[in-house]
Nanobody
């Protein structure tokens, strides 16, 4: 069982930055790929980014490429999402998730464990 806790959300003006953290309970954190998804009101949960267990490979949704950066520190059991040049359309609840890397990392069903989410609001 892996428990995930996100932090770092908040209110920011357009063009600003936030860094989200996802802290994992498992000592086997390095066995899991980590993903970030977001869900805006009235919309489906959408893929944002993912990083493999080693951190060597990352994936991004087109909407965040060049603005968001995913990283991880396996020694600290933590994944990060650095968000720059934020836009109002980035407003959503952001979730981190852990996957044993079976399948497409852009698909929610690939992930076994989810955090409770953290709200990010970008004002115009």
């Amino acid at each position: 069982q892996v428990q995930l806790v996100e932090s770092g959300g908040g209110l920011v003006q357009a063009g600003g930055s936030l860094r989200l953290s996802c802290s994992a309970s498992a000592r086997t954190f390095s066995n899991y790929a980590m993903g970030w998804f977001r869900q805006a009101p009235g919309k489906e949960r959408e893929f944002v980014t993912a990083i493999t267990w080693s951190g060597r490979t990352t994936y991004y949704a087109d909407s965040v490429k060049g603005r968001f950066t995913v990283s991880r520190d396996n020694a600290k059991n933590t994944a990060y999402l650095q968000m720059n040049s934020l836009k109002p359309e980035d407003t959503a609840v952001y979730y981190c998730a852990a996957s044993p890397q079976l399948g497409d990392l852009s698909v929610p069903a690939t992930y076994y464990y989810w955090g409770q989410g953290t709200q990010v609001t970008v004002s115009s």
